[in-house]
């Protein structure tokens, strides 16, 4: 069971993070976001479109202008309030690998920090467990926030991601995190090169194997842009194929930029698996 919120879900039952940048210079949407009325109008749609967790973000994860951790508190923190009052019952998620961040976006209602960093700063588990809210604990390889790898190598990189989230999970319990709020993330593109995000995403069977709910973050990213040879705008069909891969495989939450696509293709999955029925069965039957 994974406990999110005032929401559960069951193993078998998908779930979508819908990505809200609060930047000006996101990589994807170049800032559409970042002013309050067309961010409140996303996150409307995506919960229209079957999101259940919003996760909001004040930094690009890319290189690019410094942001103090007082100014990604003032691209976050009021967003959080509004939104909690305006859809009291969807999951609020903060992508920041900063304590001071994450202890002002709790006070404002968050009930999910997603530390995209993995640990680099340990008192954000610290704030999670203080607070009893969700952690979802990443694979970054060791590299540095808004860095981008070079010549990162791994004798095993399952090996690494394992011993690294295994680890993050186990220490956010001992603070305090309540186990069932807590999810291991790959961490695909962050500290690794496309074959390593390959290698990651076929053999994610062995994270869902571990017990712990497994999140993944594919969408429009890099490893699908070399693989296809595709700019971010091109991305979502291999976005969507490497999410029915992680489907199948078991990965339980998405963070995705194309909601209702996302929708689609995990009802599918699930449909195929035996998870779901079918929304309509008529055929051969009139």
């Known amino acids: 069971m994974l406990r999110l919120g005032r929401r559960e879900f069951d193993a078998h039952e998908p779930v979508i993070m819908a990505i809200v940048n609060r930047t000006p210079d996101s990589f994807y949407d170049q800032g559409a976001t970042f002013r309050d009325e067309p961010a409140l109008a996303r996150v409307e749609q995506a919960v229209s479109e079957g999101a259940a967790i919003i996760d909001i973000g004040g930094v690009k994860a890319g ?4 942001v103090t951790a007082e100014e990604e508190a003032r691209r976050t923190v009021g967003f959080v309030a509004e939104v ?3 859809f009291p019952d969807v999951i609020i998620s903060v992508d920041t690998w900063r304590h001071e961040v994450g202890e002002a976006v709790c006070e404002a209602g968050a009930d999910l920090l997603n530390d995209a960093w993995g640990g680099v700063d340990p ?3 610290e704030v999670a467990g203080r607070y009893g809210v969700g952690l979802v604990c990443t694979h970054a390889g060791g590299a540095r926030p808004r860095t981008r790898p070079h010549r990162v190598a791994y004798d095993d990189v399952m090996a690494d991601i394992l011993r690294v989230t295994l680890g993050l999970a186990s220490r956010a319990v001992s603070l305090g995190v309540p186990r ?3 999810l291991i993330d790959p961490g695909h593109d962050f500290g690794k090169n496309t074959r390593h995000s390959l290698e990651a995403t076929r053999r994610l069977g062995e994270m869902v194997g571990t017990g712990w709910p ?4 594919l ?4 490893f699908v842009g070399e693989t296809l040879d595709k700019p971010v705008k091109e991305r979502i069909v291999g976005t969507l194929a490497t999410t029915a891969v992680s489907a199948w495989l078991g990965a339980q ?3 995705v930029h194309e909601v209702a696509e996302t929708r689609q293709v995990l009802d599918m999955v699930a449909s195929i698996a035996g998870h779901r ?3 309509v069965a008529r055929r051969g039957l009139a």
């Open 63 to 66: 290189p690019g202008e410094e």
């Open 84 to 86: 909690r009052r305006c």
């Open 123 to 125: 008192q954000l588990a």
């Open 180 to 182: 069932e709020s807590v």
């Open 214 to 217: 497994v999140l993944v973050s």
């Open 219 to 222: 969408s429009n990213k890099d």
């Open 253 to 255: 939450v998405y963070r």
């Open 277 to 279: 029925p079918p929304a």
